[in-house]
């Protein structure tokens, strides 16, 4: 279709769109709700893909794009959080130790996997996948109960 079809075309046996806002902070809630929950299906899903990687197997790449997907998705989130509730990530801290030291390990992390990838290998992008970045995904879990907190000082 062209663009000019496209644009007069009809919602033909739509009665009415319902459309639900929400505020940037009861967004926020809704995330941190679901945090331990999407944190930890990540966590399977690269341990999953480790496997794939480790044994050779095809899906390997697929399951990888797939785990990207996801943490990308988290990086979002976790910036809308920042952002949302203007926190600091120099000050607030877990264990006596800056979020922003977190942020850089969760980086430093992803570009060994860069590494990895482009030195085309597999069983090193599986060992930092099993060994480094899933353990520290763990440690995001008690940030955003963190994160949590910080959120009810808010209301």
């Known amino acids: 279709m062209d663009s000019i079809s496209e644009k007069s ?3 033909d046996g739509i009665d009415s769109i319902e459309i639900t806002t929400e505020t940037p902070v009861r967004l926020v809630g809704k995330i941190l709700d679901e945090g331990d929950k999407y944190i930890d ?3 399977d899903c690269l341990l999953k893909v480790a496997g794939h990687f480790t044994a050779g197997s095809e899906c390997a790449d697929d399951s990888f794009a797939e785990a990207v997907q996801g943490l990308q998705w988290f990086i979002q989130m976790t910036d809308f959080i920042e952002g949302t509730l203007n926190l600091d990530f120099r000050k ?3 264990k006596g130790r800056p979020v922003a030291e977190y942020v850089k ?3 430093g992390i992803l570009q060994e996997i860069v ?3 482009e030195g085309n290998d597999p069983v090193m ?3 930092i996948v099993e060994y480094d970045l899933v353990p520290h995904l763990g440690e995001w879990k008690e940030i955003y109960n963190l994160f949590e907190r910080e959120l009810a000082g808010t209301k």
Do not use: E, M, P, T
């Open 9 to 11: 075309r009809r919602l």
């Open 41 to 43: 299906g990540l966590r």
């Open 92 to 94: 607030l801290s877990l």
């Open 105 to 107: 390990s969760l980086n």
């Open 115 to 117: 590494n990895a990838q």
């Open 125 to 127: 992008l599986a060992d």
